[in-house]
Structures are given as structure tokens and as C-alpha cells.
């Protein structure tokens, strides 16, 4: 029989990336994994269909009504929950704002080969389900546990490793964060690609912890090895760096653009006089202290709003006086911990944590229209 070649086991790694120029392969995963559409910033909550959507694999085919999550591996009292059990149990909705920590990837030089974000990675929703922790507790994890691994049904592979989507949290993570496992998305039951039927939400975190199409539970008693816990998501300062892992969201802001754009170039143009300019802020569970606005190197402080629960983004607002030439727009936010963004990103090897001040570029003509 002639040998076959197994073209996933033999992964060739990633191609070059060439500044400015994006392969087939990064405007497939781009079509596949939309952004926010940034004028919806104006909304506190993110219309569903407007929120950023990050599938490494294909959405899986999961049926609600036969679904199960199961409670399995190291613990003492293994169970299994169907929908309708945890939609029986205590019910909570928290704002939440989630971010891909890969956020901004295309905007460093020489970016990562992989989903070519430029700014639009986030979205806040109004998440509905029941707390984690007392499920965790319930099924009493054994003496010596030392992670909780949490599995999607979604299989696929990335540099050569055949896996099912999974991360993990220490005991003592679950005990400080706030998980909830999640049934409903404003209001609604999940959409297949936010993870129907039942993910987790991991509030203060970037998403890569907010596990979709959440299947099993599991206590283990080594740390969790699973590709995307340690192969990915971890910051690193060049390609054989160790890293250090990806854990809560970095402080970050952006404006909904003003005025018009040009359909190709999105530069805006806006007419001369007051402006009114309004973003959004956040720093995963850390309040956001200011946010200032920048005109070229001249800055202002904007007015906040505080968000409406401690995971979901601030509002802010400035008037700014638009005088006619070019202009370069910025804003960059401090969180009540003293973090402010920074101007200019520092170099990650896989384009993670990217928190730079979001930039627009707009036009004022002499003459209003
Ligand atoms: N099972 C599974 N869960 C997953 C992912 C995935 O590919 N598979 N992507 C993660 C990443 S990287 C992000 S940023 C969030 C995105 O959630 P959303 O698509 O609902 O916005 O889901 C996370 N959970
Ligand atoms: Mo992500």
C-alpha cells in the first residue's frame, strides 16, 4: 500500500507575514471571525449579531435538548446536568465585556501569522446562567486536584496537535473569578457560534477562557497540558520564549469614529466646529480612572460613565473642537490600579495583549457641507 502522508502531524508552520500584505489563509480566518462594528460602541450593550465572534475550529452540531455536562475525572461526586437542570438552578445576568486577546495582532510589526484583528475584538453582552463555583463544590473535586479542565465539543488542529478546544483554572482561580456557565446572550439562547447550547464566561478575562459548546468538567491532579493552555496563549518576547500566560484583560479604550467614512480608506471626514466624541473603556475587573483624548500630541480629559457591573466597559465622551487639515485622533485610557495604555505597542510573538491607543485618522474640510 503506498504511505500516506499525514499532512496535520506533518505541519509545516506558519508562513512570513509581510507588513501591509495579508494571505488567502488570514482573509479566510477573517471573513470567518468577525469584529464589532465600532459605530455600535454607542450602545451599552452590544446588539448580539454586532458582537466579535473568535472560532479557532468548525461550530459544532449540538443538540440542546439532548446535551449534557458532565462533571467527571477527579471528582468524589461525578454528575451530569442536562439544560433544563441548569436553567433550574439559581439564575444570574452579568454585563460582561469580552475581548480576543489577539486584539490588535495586525497592528504590530512583524505581526503573528493567525485571525488579523486590527481593533474590533470586543463586545459586551448581558450573559444569563448560574454560578460556577457552587457546581465545582457540589462535585467535590479530590484531595490533591490541582486544575479544572473545561472541554468544548469543537475538535481540530493547530501546529500538528489534534485537540478539543479546552482550558483549565486552578481551585483557587475559581474561588476569585466570578464564573458563570452561561445558557443565554441577551436575553436569548446561545447562538451556535457563541457557543450553543451552554458555554462558560470568565468575566475579567480575555476570552480565550470563556470556553464554548462546553461539554465536560473535569478535576485533574497535574497541570492540565491541553494545546491551548500551554502551546498558546501566553505572552512571549520572541519565538522560543517560554512566556508567560494570558490571563485578565489589559485597560483599553476606543471612540466610535466620527463623521463620514471613505468606503475603502475608513478615514473620516467631519465638518469644523464642536464635535461631540463618545468611547468605551475597560480593564477587565479594575475600574477605568480617566481616559483622555488626544488631537495629534494636544490632550483632553473625557467625561465618564461608569459601566453597568464590574466586567462591563465605562463610557466616555469629550467635545472636541474640529478645526479644517488632517487630524489623528487617539485615546488611551488609566485604570484605578495606575496601568494607562501605552502609544506605542510593545513587540509580542504572537500579537497577544495588544492594548495601544486606538487610532483614527480624520479630515476637516475648510468649509462646512
Ligand atoms: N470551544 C471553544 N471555545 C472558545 C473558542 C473556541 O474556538 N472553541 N474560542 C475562544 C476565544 S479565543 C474567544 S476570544 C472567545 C470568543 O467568544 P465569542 O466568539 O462568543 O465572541 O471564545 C473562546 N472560547
Ligand atoms: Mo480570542
Known amino acids: 500500500m503506498a504511505s500516506v502522508t499525514d499532512i496535520f502531524r506533518n505541519n509545516p508552520g506558519k508562513p512570513k507575514t509581510v507588513d501591509g500584505v495579508y494571505s488567502e ?53 461525578p454528575f451530569d446536568l442536562s439544560l433544563d437542570d441548569i436553567r433550574a438552578l439559581p ?33 459586551t453582552s448581558e450573559w ?4 460556577l463555583r457552587p457546581l465545582i463544590e457540589r462535585a467535590r473535586p479530590a484531595q490533591g486536584t490541582v486544575d479544572i479542565v473545561f472541554t468544548g465539543a469543537d475538535e481540530g488542529f493547530d501546529n500538528g496537535v ?18 458563570l456557565l452561561v445558557h443565554a446572550m441577551n436575553g436569548q439562547p446561545l447562538l451556535p457560534q457563541h457557543g450553543a447550547p451552554l458555554r462558560i464566561v470568565v468575566p475579567g478575562w480575555y476570552g480565550m477562557a470563556s470556553v464554548k459548546w462546553l461539554s465536560r468538567i473535569e478535576a485533574i491532579d497535574t497541570p492540565y497540558q491541553g494545546f491551548q493552555q500551554v502551546q498558546t496563549y501566553r505572552y512571549r518576547d520572541h519565538p522560543e520564549d517560554e512566556g508567560r500566560p494570558v490571563t485578565a484583560i489589559r485597560v483599553k479604550s476606543l471612540m466610535i469614529p ?14 469644523p466646529g464642536s464635535v461631540e466624541i ?6 477587565g475587573k479594575v475600574p477605568i480612572a480617566r481616559v483622555e483624548f488626544g488631537d495629534g500630541d494636544t490632550w483632553q480629559e473625557a467625561q465618564l460613565t461608569p459601566g453597568s457591573g464590574p466586567y462591563a466597559w465605562s463610557k466616555w465622551s469629550v467635545t472636541w473642537q474640529a478645526t479644517p487639515g488632517e487630524h489623528l485622533l487617539r485615546c488611551r485610557a488609566t485604570d484605578a490600579e495606575g496601568n494607562t495604555q501605552p502609544l506605542e505597542q510593545r513587540w509580542d510573538a504572537s500579537g497577544f495583549g495588544n492594548n495601544a491607543a486606538h487610532c483614527v485618522a480624520v479630515f476637516v474640510p475648510a468649509e462646512p457641507a
Open 278 to 283: 463618545t468611547g468605551r473603556a475597560w480593564a
Open 128 to 131: 444569563t446562567g448560574t454560578p
Open 162 to 179: 489534534r485537540h478539543f478546544f479546552g482550558r483549565s483554572l486552578t481551585l483557587d482561580l475559581i474561588a476569585d473569578l466570578d464564573v
Open 258 to 271: 466620527p463623521g463620514i467614512p471613505d468606503w475603502l480608506t475608513r478615514t473620516r471626514q467631519v465638518e
Open 25 to 77: 489563509q488570514e482573509v479566510r480566518l477573517a471573513n470567518r471571525n468577525s469584529g464589532i462594528i465600532l459605530e455600535t460602541l454607542r450602545h451599552d450593550v452590544t446588539p448580539t449579531g454586532a458582537h466579535y465572534l473568535l472560532t479557532h475550529f468548525d461550530v459544532p452540531a449540538l443538540d440542546e435538548g439532548s446535551h449534557r455536562l458532565t462533571f467527571g475525572g477527579g471528582f468524589e461526586q
Open 91 to 123: 439564575q444570574v445576568t452579568m454585563p460582561v465585556t469580552l475581548e480576543c486577546a489577539g486584539n490588535g495582532r495586525a497592528r504590530v510589526s512583524p505581526r503573528s501569522h493567525s485571525m488579523p484583528w486590527s481593533v474590533e475584538a470586543v463586545g
